[in-house]
């Protein structure tokens, strides 16, 4: 089982930046595709951003792009997520998700972190 937990959100004031980590656990992390989702009260689960395993190669929601990015240290078991020019748009809980292929459908993920708050002021 790949456990996940993530951290870094907080509350902020718009055109602030955050850094979201997320650090997973099991030897095969180098081979999972991670990606990162969130989840604003009364909407569904939103898909931002992903990152293939070893490739690096990365896929970025359009509302988001130019102003998130997403990476990973393999040799750590980490993924980022930047977050620069935060909107109150971006206000959400996000969630750090593993699966095998990268995919920005939710239910492509098989494992998931508890989320973290990210409040953004206007």
């Known amino acids: 089982q790949v456990q996940l937990v993530e951290s870094g959100g907080g509350l902020v004031q718009a055109g602030d930046s955050l850094r979201l980590s997320c650090t997973a656990s099991?030897?095969?992390?180098?081979?999972?595709?991670m990606g990162w989702f969130r989840q604003a009260p009364g909407k569904e689960r939103e898909f931002v951003s992903a990152?293939?395993?070893?490739?690096?190669?990365?896929y970025t929601a359009d509302s988001v792009k130019g102003r998130f990015t997403i990476s990973r240290d393999n040799s750590q078991n980490l993924v980022y997520l930047q977050m620069d020019n935060l909107k109150p748009e971006d206000t959400a809980v996000y969630y750090c998700?593993?699966?095998?292929?990268?995919?920005?459908?939710?239910?492509?993920?098989?494992?998931w972190g508890q989320g973290t708050q990210v409040t953004v002021s206007s």
């Open positions: 099991g030897r095969t992390f180098s081979s999972l595709n």
């Open positions: 998700a593993a699966g095998w292929i990268r995919s920005e459908r939710a239910r492509s993920y098989e494992y």
């Open positions: 990152i293939s395993g070893r490739s690096g190669s990365t």
